[in-house]
């Protein structure tokens, strides 16, 4: 008696990826449904880079955040979902959920070498992915998926908007970038590399702040290491181009996914297919033909290889 208690929320739901495949407008649509609300902070970045003090590798003002530093992120979407009680069947129960938006788990596990099972491998026994797990068992993840050289040259534009950048200095990026993977995956494989911090550093900083993010593509060998710890059935991957051709279906399969009510006849006559996010209107050059073709050329088996995965020739783009 007399004892203030409150109640804390974990995510219900997580877009785990992947960094510029429409993930900022998925979460704006999704914002608007009555049951889901959003987090203080979208792309959190605990798992992969706060709880290990990877932003002091950029940042030094950054230490590590705790898991309750992780939880704080949740408390004002707790507070909405304590008040709002729904009471079906004389059964009182909450409805609404919130998610953690970090489209940079998937693929960005830069830090692992200090978990401890870790330390002294060359490349992880224990991921994010792992500690996601013990955390949330049941979690429903959600992975958007772009054409994997569109997805590379839109990132490129976007982390050197503030350099006068051209598709030349795209494609020696991509050379480099594609030169030096090889030859990691020749005397290491495929995994290690995926992995490997210092060449991302290398290639991303080449030759001056390129952020030629060419690993993140490979979306065959980052998902092998998620269903090996997640259900399939706890994966819902979307592709990219389908959901900005119909959005309402994209939502559709997502709202089934979380459990959540579909969109309304209402709703889709109102702002769903027209409503987007707001992005900069910086304009990007082509992409020149040579680079697309190299691109392709090098992306081709790791979306043979997704395809097989999921069971999906559509993700052969």
């Known amino acids: 008696e007399g004892i203030r208690s409150r109640l ?32 203080l902070l979208s792309e959190i970045n605990w798992w992969n880079r706060r709880r290990q003090g990877e932003l002091k590798r950029f940042y030094a003002t950054f230490g590590n955040d705790s898991f309750n530093d992780y939880i704080e992120v949740f408390d004002k979407a707790a507070q909405v979902i304590e008040s709002k009680v729904t009471n079906e069947n004389g059964l009182e129960w909450h409805p609404m959920v919130t998610y953690d938006g970090s489209s940079q788990y998937f693929w960005e596990h830069d830090g692992w070498e200090v978990i401890p099972q870790n330390v002294g491998q060359l490349e992880p026994k224990v991921t994010l992915i792992d500690g996601l797990r013990s955390v949330r068992p049941d979690a429903k993840l959600i ?19 503030n350099h006068k950048l051209t598709a030349d200095d795209f494609h020696a990026g991509v050379l480099y970038s594609i030169e030096k993977y090889k030859e990691c995956f020749e005397q290491y ?23 030629i993010t060419l690993r993140t593509s490979i979306y065959s060998g980052y998902l092998k290491d998620w269903v090996k710890v997640f259900k399939s059935e706890n994966i819902l991957v979307i592709k990219s181009e389908d959901y900005y051709i119909d959005r309402t279906s994209s939502l559709n399969k997502i709202y089934e996914f979380i459990g959540l009510q579909p969109i309304s006849e209402d709703d889709k ?30 992306y081709a088996p790791y979306n043979r290889d997704l395809a097989t995965m999921l069971n999906d020739d559509r993700f052969l783009w």
Not at 9 to 33: A, E, I, R
Not at 286 to 295: V, Y
């Open 143 to 161: 992975l958007m998926l772009r054409n994997p050289e569109e997805r590379l040259f839109s990132h490129f534009w976007m982390l050197g908007k």
């Open 8 to 39: 804390r929320c974990l995510p219900y739901f997580y877009f785990v990826g992947v960094t510029k495949s429409g993930t900022t407008d998925l979460k704006f649509q999704l914002n608007k449904h009555e049951h889901i609300e959003e987090p």
């Open 269 to 298: 006559a109102n702002s769903i297919n027209k409503e987007k996010a707001k992005f900069s209107s910086n304009k990007k050059p082509r992409m020149l033909n040579k680079t697309r073709q190299l691109l392709r050329d090098f």
């Open 189 to 211: 494989g495929e995994r290690k590399c995926l992995y490997d911090t210092e060449l991302s550093d290398l290639i991303t900083l080449f030759p001056f702040l390129l952020q």
